[in-house]
């Protein structure tokens, strides 16, 4: 599962450590999975799960040198930064457990390890929102955004991601599309996906043909938000002496892109060859590397960031 390190302009814990929180997250992970798993096991001996066979654990990384509780050892540690995390919070304390509710329904072990993926997924979000000691007003559609969702559940942990990051850049507040710092790569992404089976005609102009069926209309040619994206990055990269490939990618997993002069430093990515491209992602075992942090610390140091403290720390003052 991939880490979300900027949402938006909202607060993120790894602004904090950049350097602490993904190797951190991978290891952590991989625990919590462990305990819900003989969480789930010990429902299934009580009977309150039917038990039918599931597959295996590879899908989860090597085993964790240190054991810590997930959230006591996230938040304890000493910042580097100027915030520092205290106790956890009690609402955050039974995130990765098993209510009756869910029992009925977790009756394999896929279900349970889609169940925890979930349960991963709205943590990230508020993980990408909020520290213990601060807050950002939250766009509640992030937790149902299918296009994050998908990226964030199917991508490798070691990949770092940045969906719809806000930058102030020679003075002017900057919405990004969506930055995936691999091990490997940086990928700058946007998407096609207006309507299924819809056929996109490139075109070096500002404006692009959409086809779907017999109609036709104009759109704003991706490249030009895709171009922006880049410039950022690699200025913010530079800023930092930081100094790895940069990637472009559209992608359309329900359309098709047809562009004959499709310019090289362009990747079209549409419904006919998505799939294997993501596969070959997921597939990527490469471990978190220096220069992906490097790469991510220059990226945050210059994010826009809104959030207020929140309203039970403010009420011990």
Same mark, same amino acid.
């Given at each position: 599962?991939?880490?979300?390190?900027?949402?938006?302009?909202?607060?993120?814990?790894?602004?904090?450590?950049?350097?602490?929180?993904?190797?951190?997250?991978?290891? &952590?992970?991989?625990? @919590?999975?462990?305990?819900?798993?003989?969480?789930?096991?010990?429902?299934?001996?009580?009977?309150?799960?039917?038990?039918?066979?599931?597959?295996?654990?590879?899908? %989860?990384?090597? @085993? *964790?040198?240190?054991?810590?509780? %997930?959230? $006591?050892?996230?938040?304890?540690?000493?910042?580097?930064?100027?915030?520092?995390?205290?106790?956890?919070?009690?609402?955050?304390?039974?995130?990765?457990?098993?209510?009756?509710?869910?029992?009925?329904?977790?009756?394999?072990?896929?279900?349970?390890?889609?169940?925890?993926?979930?349960?991963?997924?709205?943590?990230?979000?508020?993980?990408?929102?909020?520290?213990?000691?601060?807050?950002?007003? %939250?766009?509640?559609?992030?937790?149902?955004?299918? #296009?994050?969702?998908?990226? &964030?559940?199917?991508?490798?942990?070691?990949?770092?991601?940045?969906?719809?990051?806000?930058?102030?850049?020679?003075?002017?507040?900057?919405?990004?599309?969506?930055?995936?710092?691999?091990?490997?790569?940086?990928?700058?992404?946007?998407? &096609?996906?207006?309507?299924?089976?819809?056929?996109?005609?490139?075109?070096?102009?500002?404006?692009?043909?959409?086809?779907?069926?017999?109609?036709?209309?104009?759109?704003?040619?991706?490249?030009?938000?895709?171009? #922006?994206?880049?410039?950022?990055?690699?200025?913010?990269?530079?800023?930092?002496?930081?100094?790895?490939?940069? $990637?472009?990618?559209?992608?359309?997993?329900?359309?098709?892109?047809?562009? *004959?002069?499709?310019?090289?430093?362009?990747?079209?990515?549409?419904? $006919?060859?998505?799939?294997?491209?993501?596969? @070959?992602? #997921?597939?990527?075992?490469?471990?978190?590397?220096?220069?992906?942090?490097?790469?991510?610390?220059?990226?945050?140091?210059?994010?826009?960031?809104?959030?207020?403290?929140?309203?039970?720390?403010? @009420?011990?003052?």
């Amino acid at each position: 599962m991939g880490q979300l390190i900027k949402l938006q302009n909202y607060i993120s814990r790894y602004e904090n450590d950049v350097f602490h929180y993904p190797a951190q997250y991978v290891r &952590l992970k991989k625990q @919590e999975w462990e305990k819900f798993h003989a969480l789930w096991e010990q429902r299934q001996d009580a009977g309150l799960l039917i038990p039918e066979p599931g597959e295996g654990d590879d899908w %989860l990384l090597e @085993e *964790p040198k240190e054991k810590y509780s %997930l959230f $006591r050892g996230l938040f304890s540690r000493k910042e580097k930064q100027a915030e520092a995390d205290p106790e956890p919070l009690q609402e955050e304390e039974n995130l990765f457990s098993i209510n009756e509710t869910e029992s009925i329904y977790l009756k394999t072990e896929e279900d349970a390890k889609k169940a925890f993926i979930d349960k991963m997924y709205n943590f990230q979000i508020k993980w990408a929102s909020s520290t213990l000691l601060h807050q950002s007003p %939250l766009d509640h559609k992030y937790y149902v955004d299918e #296009r994050l969702q998908f990226l &964030l559940k199917r991508l490798p942990d070691t990949f770092l991601m940045l969906y719809e990051p806000v930058f102030r850049f020679q003075k002017a507040v900057v919405e990004l599309d969506v930055v995936i710092i691999t091990p490997l790569h940086i990928w700058c992404v946007t998407f &096609l996906e207006e309507q299924d089976e819809a056929v996109f005609a490139g075109s070096p102009e500002r404006f692009w043909v959409k086809r779907f069926g017999a109609a036709e209309s104009k759109i704003l040619s991706p490249a030009v938000s895709l171009a #922006r994206t880049e410039k950022i990055v690699k200025k913010l990269l530079q800023h930092d002496q930081v100094d790895m490939p940069i $990637r472009k990618a559209v992608f359309s997993r329900n359309g098709y892109i047809d562009d *004959p002069a499709a310019p090289a430093d362009i990747h079209y990515i549409d419904k $006919r060859e998505f799939y294997h491209w993501f596969d @070959e992602m #997921r597939q990527l075992s490469s471990p978190l590397k220096t220069i992906q942090l490097k790469a991510a610390k220059a990226l945050l140091a210059h994010a826009d960031t809104v959030s207020l403290r929140r309203p039970e720390w403010e @009420e011990e003052l």
